[in-house]
């Protein structure tokens, strides 16, 4: 898949994360993590983004995740309502 | 048990309210609540919101192009997390609309608190910071410009070329002759008669001849809505001195070092009084980011030092003859295209607003 355009998801409340995604310039993908609990659960935040990423088979993506004590399965669906935006794509939800 | 259930409907904090301007009362009850709060309401806004609770403000919010302003909240609030709702609402109405690099002006004892949400201080002058949210940003910007970063001494123009004339090629050429790579920039916003790809266009298609010229896209982070809003605006001096220094930092602390720039060129400028401020505050803070400001005299002709309000003057009176004299053959050529009729229209009814009033 692949971005056609820059979207946003979640918020800033607390225990929300806002993931915010573009294109990046190169072909990796780059994540910027923001997070209270950085360096408790940092790592492990960055590769679950990195996961849902691959499982999309997107690269060369940016993305901006500004969390404020969210879990996983938050994590997980704001990412997956994030991708849906900004490729365009149907997610079959069931599935996931 | 109905009472109950109304009186927790009525203490439910709301959504944010949008608030029009045009509604003197809600006008005058935000302008109060801000200036409790050592704000102003100002009257650049394209969107204002208000948080509140028993019909009582307790949080305002606006938005203006891509820059958010006006973003209070109550004290009996601070510690809530209604400064959260406030800024998940304008970061997702922006997103809406698709603005998606926001930018907010905050005070030095105030900027850490943007942090929290996202925000990072890309310039910063004694009163005031500028922060963006970008997910890509003023660093993808810079990474951009570093893939064509070339070796030798760098020079760099802005303009904004509204539209290209002889004085514009004039001044490149000249600074082109004083560096081994010029950085051209092209103002991005598009608050000039001629838009912006047009502009951009003119200006490539009128340096074509010099080899040593890079033209670029200033976009955000040169003379913006975002990093001097009081350009495209007449405001007072005050603010206009603040955005100058802002912009200007910008620039030196990034994009000169970014691109190994060690001298900017401009134009004499005796007639418009904002660029006037703006290139004295060029001169004075420029050499302390080892950026050079030299400065050359308008060519002139007939007398006269060209400039871009008189070539559009003479586009509004269809003085073609004199046009001829002001602009490089690929400005003029361009003119006389289908393409630019909608533009030469936009210029008479400017030409007709102004002499309404």
């Known amino acids: ?56 088979a997107l690269s060369g993506v940016v993305v901006k995740a500004i969390d404020k004590g969210a879990l996983d399965c938050t994590i997980v669906a704001r990412m997956q309502a994030a991708i849906y935006r900004a490729t365009e794509n149907d997610i079959n939800w069931e599935l996931e | 048990m109905l009472l109950t259930h109304k009186t927790k409907f009525v203490q439910r904090e709301r959504p944010m309210e949008r608030v029009f301007l045009k509604d003197q009362k809600q006008k005058l009850a935000v302008k109060s609540f801000l ?37 209070a909240v109550s004290d009996l609030l601070k510690g809530t997390d209604s400064i959260n709702k406030i800024m998940s609402f304008l970061t997702r109405r922006c997103f809406d ?24 201080k890309i310039a910063s002058s ?28 760098t020079g760099c123009v802005v303009v ?55 033209v670029r896209k200033g976009q955000s982070y ?16 005050e603010a206009v001195k603040e955005h100058c220094k802002i912009d200007l930092s910008l620039f030196g602390e990034k994009i000169a070092k970014a691109l190994n720039i060690s001298k900017r060129f401009i134009g004499e400028e005796p007639l418009n009084g904002t660029t ?50 002001l602009l490089p053959q690929t400005s003029y050529d361009y003119l006389l295209s289908e393409a630019a009729k909608p533009v030469i229209n936009k210029i008479k009814e400017e030409y007709q607003e102004k002499n309404l009033v």
């Open chain 2, 160 to 214: 904004n070329c509204n539209p290209f004339t002889l004085g514009h090629q004039y001044l490149i050429e000249s600074a082109s002759k004083l560096c081994d790579t010029l950085q051209v920039f092209v103002v991005s916003e598009d608050k000039s008669s001629f838009p912006h790809d047009v502009r951009f266009e003119l200006v490539k298609k009128g340096v074509a001849h010099l080899d040593n010229v890079i």
């Open chain 1, 1 to 56: 898949m692949s971005i056609k355009r820059q979207a946003i998801a979640g918020t800033l409340e607390s225990s929300d994360i806002q993931i915010s995604i573009a294109q990046g310039a190169s072909e990796q993908n780059e994540i910027y993590l923001d997070s209270p609990v950085k360096h408790l659960f940092g790592e492990e935040i960055e590769r679950l983004i990195r996961s849902l990423l691959a499982k999309h």
């Open chain 2, 126 to 153: 004694e009163n005031v910071v500028l922060m963006e949210n970008g997910v890509v940003g003023l660093d993808g910007y810079m990474a951009k410009l570093k893939k064509e970063v070339c070796s030798g001494q």
């Open chain 2, 97 to 120: 609309l698709g603005k998606t690099n926001l930018f907010i002006y905050t005070k030095p004892t105030a900027y850490e608190s943007f942090e929290y949400f996202g925000f990072k």
């Open chain 2, 276 to 325: 006037a401020l703006y290139n004295e505050t060029m001169k004075t803070l420029l050499p302390s980011y080892g950026v050079e400001v030299l400065e050359f005299k308008r060519k002139e002709v007939k007398g006269h030092p060209i400039s871009a309000s008189s070539v559009r003057r003479h586009i509004n009176n269809a003085n073609f003859g004199a046009l001829k004299e």
């Open chain 2, 222 to 237: 040169i003379i913006s809505e975002a990093t001097f809003p009081s350009y495209f605006l007449e405001s007072e001096t």
């Open chain 2, 35 to 71: 200036q409790e709060h050592d704000l102003r309401l100002d009257s650049f806004i394209d969107e204002l919101y208000v948080l509140r609770i028993n019909e009582k403000i307790v949080g305002t919010g606006a938005i203006y192009e891509n820059v958010l302003k006006c973003i």
